[in-house]
């Protein structure tokens, strides 16, 4: 995703990278029985500041919990300032990471020791950043996502192999992201990011149980006054514009799907793209809540 780091907290300590290390036989290497986050620091007229740090925290919370596992939030958000001064980053893609890491390979979770870390990384965007200004071809996935059922959508490490399958599955079909559907054609959300649609001028953000109760869906949907409902395969195929959100994508217009070939980037998707980056930025009274100066 970026260039390593020089520093990185690691179990309530701020360490070298190089000194960071985790063993072979950890848990979560093996099991995928981590918990992780994705958060964006951006510069701002009054310094760097972190795009909605509590809902992260709120998330990795839940993940935590769902796996028997005690983290420290409060002290991983808190070193998010200490390691943006120790990096002399002011703006950053933030990593919280918890896994099991000690106590044995056997399936019980009771016994075993968690670790804790937080990398800040310069920012590179993982669609690309020219995905947000010209948009981003998106497969209609053949596979299915994790149902809620199996594990509740949270960013749970082992979750992510689903996703990367299926982005291979569209990379290699020339594709830059898929997008799950489930087995009665609903919408889900695709690899990394949710899912909207524009419709005669309504904003619909896409809402599905088995996808993942995205902090950047919120905000947009928040912003655009958007309906949030189920939605068909067919119904965002016949959609004026489609565009996914995601801390990482932020807004990026689809202008290929398939199915339905090259859609234009529309006026809706710029106005809420710009919109956004005003909001991340601090430049707009409604960011206020949602922003933590670091
Ligand atoms: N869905 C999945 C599977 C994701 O990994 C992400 C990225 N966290 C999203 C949606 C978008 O969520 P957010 O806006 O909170 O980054």
Known sequence: MSAPTASVWMDGEVRPMSDAVSPLLAHGLHYGTGVFEGIRVYETDRGPAVFRLDAHMDRLAR????????VDTAAMGASVATLLRANRLTSAYVRPVAFYS??????D????????????LPWTSHLGDAASETGVAVRVSPMRRISAAALPPLKLTGTYANACVAKLEAVRAGYE???FVDDEGFVVEATGENVFLVKDGRVVAVEHQDALPGITRDTVATMAGAER???TLEELLDADEVFL?????????VTRLEGRGRLAVGPVTRALRARYQDVVHGRT???????TWA
């Open 109 to 120: 979770l009771g016994p075993l020791q968690a670790t804790q870390a937080v990398c800040v």
């Open 229 to 231: 409902r189920r939605v």
């Open 177 to 179: 992201e898929a997008l």
């Open 285 to 291: 009274a409604e960011a206020e809540q949602w922003l």
């Open 245 to 253: 959100t995601g801390t990482s994508a932020e807004v990026a217009p």
């Open 63 to 70: 993940g935590a919990e769902l796996l028997g596992m005690t």
């Open 102 to 107: 000690g106590g044995g390979l056997g399936l």
